[in-house]
């Protein structure tokens, strides 16, 4: 009992080594967020750079097949964009849920993708609108995005909150989306 203690330990600090200094800075603000100690009114300010190495780190570790070089871009006025190199074929493999043959067709090979997105937030509630995604510089937007979200991500993604005001927890009354940072606003 006492070496699975020990063996647990060394793993979780080489983890904790390995991650970058940024994906460290952030899980701490993570913990901060989550241990619910953060003072009402405060701000907990997570930098571009801090979420781009998570990002990475969480990608990396969940998913090896079929996504790369994940990247967030914080564009201000509470709008971001999210990019890859996707390969559907290999991620949907890779998730458990191959897709039939003639979408591994069509979709077959890395695409460049970007997804930009609209956040807003207040009272402790949140919502995220999808208003453009590309897929390898075809812009998808409007009923045609719409549609794709409805038909294929709810179906495939049931807890997506695309679209759906969602609360948010641990006391959080607002994201402040920056060109350089988001701002975690806590109140209640």
Request: no cysteine; aromatic share 8%; glycine share 10%.
């Amino acid at each position: 009992m006492r070496r699975r203690s020990l063996i647990a330990l060394f793993l979780g600090f080489a983890l904790l080594v390995q991650a970058s200094p940024e994906a460290r800075s952030f899980r701490q603000k993570l913990g901060l967020i989550r241990s619910g100690k953060a003072p009402r009114g405060s701000r907990v300010t997570i930098r571009q750079n801090e979420l781009n190495a998570f990002v990475q780190d969480a990608i990396a570790g969940r998913v090896r097949q079929g996504v790369r070089e994940p990247r967030l871009e914080l564009l201000g006025g509470d709008r971001a964009m999210g990019s890859a190199y996707v390969d559907f074929p290999k991620l949907r493999q890779a998730m458990g849920q191959p897709m039939n043959w003639a979408l591994v067709k069509l979709l077959a090979g890395e695409r460049d993708v970007r997804v930009y997105a609209q956040i807003r937030s207040g009272g402790g509630r949140a919502q995220v609108d999808l208003d453009r995604v590309e897929i390898s510089g075809l812009a998808i937007s409007g009923r045609a995005l719409d549609y794709l979200i409805r038909n294929f991500v709810w179906p495939y993604y049931p807890n997506a909150k695309v679209g759906k005001p969602f609360e948010l927890d641990y006391r959080i009354d607002r994201l402040e989306v920056q060109p350089t940072q988001v701002n975690v606003v806590f109140g209640r």
